[in-house]
């Protein structure tokens, strides 16, 4: 009877002290209990430590809400500590991290590395015909140019986003017909200038598909898009099209394995693939991946689509910021894939308001002489 008795005493006692704790735990009256894991864009998950591209420590404030409950009062704290990059883990919205996951499969071209591949015996004249003292030129960044933000913007959709159809107003034998997954508000490049490529990119996260568009425009709020060229691409399998043919860009490859991100420089601090690269003139001619050419000139001095770059292996890479480094990093590892007419040496990326355009602009100490041409197999010219 007394063990009965002392464990009945313990059973109210321990009772007793579990309502004090959650009577503790209630939020102040007149307020809402605080959302510990809310932020400005719950889809958009930051980097670790939110480290600003040049590697010092950026306030969260402009991505990151954390809340604290002094006072009973939730407030900004400008030293929150971002939620965690998660592996594997495909965000929504524009600009999403991919947490790692790889578009194409791990052989296909564009995730082949290509450090100890033979040069091609035409390098040095290729190279000269873009510019030996001309830089290399990051085309991507924070805040914008003329209006627009500075890059190729995409978007990341789930299977449940809308399809709308899509009418082609130039190279529609060419494309792939819709409808096409786009959000009413996808960014386009270039937006709101009318000129330009105006490309517009879709990752559909849940059936794992690529959708993109060359000058597209919006019509009825985005109940249709018109645009002159555009390709599906399915991101589980090897990219292919008809030899011949373009797609979004004008070599006819997908635009958005080749774009340098920021979840990859910043959170994952390493890119597994080649990047994407334009010059002004080009070859009546293309080599695989590529499978259209966009040029009337037949001069074998001039390099053809597709054509792979990569930064010499003797490059030192030691003195530039750490985003930089990363991105020196993939072109000697995995180089870059010439795919439009455009800027001598222009790489493109994503836009992203945490870059640190002034950390990228180093870029630009990398000229055409510290760059060799990747052996041309399989040359289609005219």
């Known amino acids: 009877m007394k063990n009965a008795a002392l464990l009945v005493l313990a059973m109210v006692f321990l009772i007793t002290l579990i309502g004090v704790l959650i009577h503790d735990q209630q939020p102040v009256a ?7 894991t809310s932020s400005i864009n719950p889809d958009h998950e930051e980097s670790n430590g939110d480290q600003s591209p040049g590697g010092s420590s950026q306030s969260s404030s402009d991505h990151e809400i954390a809340w604290s409950t002094k006072s009973g009062e939730m407030q900004r704290s400008p030293n929150s500590i971002p939620k965690p990059y998660e592996p594997g883990v495909v965000h929504l919205g524009p600009g999403a991290s991919l947490g790692g996951k790889l578009p194409f499969p ?5 995730n082949q590395r290509i450090d100890t591949a033979p040069v091609d015996p035409l390098s040095r004249t290729l190279i000269s015909s873009i510019g030996i003292t001309k830089n290399l030129f990051p085309a991507f960044g924070s805040g914008t140019w003329e209006g627009a933000p500075i890059g190729i913007p995409y978007v990341v959709i ?8 899509i009418v082609y107003t130039a190279y529609g034998d060419e494309s792939d017909p819709g409808p096409y997954p786009i959000p009413a508000d996808a960014q386009i490049e270039g937006h709101p200038n009318e000129d330009g490529d105006r490309h517009v990119i879709v990752i559909d996260r849940d ?11 919006s019509i009825g709020d985005g109940q249709l898009w ?4 555009g390709a599906i691409f399915d991101l589980a399998q090897h990219p292919s099209r008809p030899v011949g043919w373009t797609s979004a860009d004008a070599a006819g490859l997908p635009i958005f394995p080749g774009l340098v991100r920021y979840d990859e420089v910043m959170e994952q601090k390493e890119i597994r693939h080649a990047l994407r690269f334009t010059v002004n003139d080009t070859r009546r001619a293309f080599v695989p991946p590529a499978t259209h050419w966009a040029s009337r000139s037949n001069d074998p001095r001039l390099p ?29 590892k995995y180089g870059m894939i010439l795919a439009d007419n455009g800027g001598d040496w222009y790489i493109s990326g994503a836009p992203d308001p945490r870059w640190d355009n002034d950390a ?5 100490k990398v000229q055409g ?9 399989n040359l289609v010219a005219e």
């Open 226 to 229: 018109r645009a002159e060229s």
């Open 360 to 364: 990228l602009h180093t870029l630009k």
């Open 369 to 377: 002489k510290d760059l060799e041409v990747v052996l041309i197999e």
């Open 207 to 217: 059936n794992w598909k690529l959708y993109e568009l060359f000058r597209a425009f």
């Open 158 to 165: 789930s299977s449940s986003q809308p399809s709308v159809p």
């Open 106 to 110: 791990k052989d296909s071209p564009w």
């Open 30 to 36: 007149g307020s809402e209990a605080p959302d510990l």
């Open 304 to 332: 053809p689509m597709g054509m792979r770059v990569r930064l010499r292996a003797n490059y030192d890479i030691s003195d530039f910021p750490p985003e930089a480094q990363v991105i020196l990093k993939a072109l000697k």
